[in-house]
């Protein structure tokens, strides 16, 4: 079975990341990609009582399982399915059912922190940095945890000058050295997205590889 293609696609909270990946996706044939968050490999927190879990740092690289992130991009790798977490973000903790995941040709990976750790960073052929604004990113991130994991406003301020910050000056805002292409603006750089799309066909052309990847 042929190699499949892992990009990276790291950036701050609110950068357009997720969009990013998901143009990827959908500029692509059926079948030819898939995409795994890592927010969906949360630690399990289900140790410690809902008022422990809450002030926990979720910023922190460590608050990642990136052992079985990176043990489920190896089973894709080998054209074996993986079994994907899923996490509740709001109790952080996982369910006890899981997302299976199909190997494809291409295989697109997201999140804040995915080029901090090495071993991750290792198993990417592509990486890619979406750097956009940080008052962009932060009303984004307002919206998108109001409307989507249902907290206040208040509670995302707190979180955001408590650990967003901080975190993402420590370890997301560095890691873009480890970039081998840095878009700014993420999902609204057209530009930037029919250059990748173009140099991810050409992979699938010259591979040879059918969107039926089996």
Known sequence: ??????IGIAGGTGS?????????QESLPPGASVI??????????????????????YDHPDALDNVALIRDLDTLRQGRDAQKPVYDFATHTRLATT???????????EGILILVDEALRRRFDVK???DTDADIRVFRRIRRDMEKRGRSFASIRHQYYATVRPMHLQFVEPSKRWADLIIPEGGENRVALELIVGRLLNFLDQAGRSPSYS
Request: zero cysteines; charged letters at 30%.
């Open 1 to 6: 079975m042929a190699r499949s293609l892992i």
């Open 16 to 24: 357009g990341k997720t969009t990013v990946a998901r143009k990827i």
């Open 36 to 57: 795994l968050d890592h927010d969906s490999y949360y630690h399990d927190r289900s140790d410690l009582p809902q008022d422990e879990r809450e002030k926990l740092n």
């Open 99 to 109: 997302e299976p995941v199909r190997p494809a040709p291409i295989i697109l990976v």
């Open 128 to 130: 890619i940095f979406v």
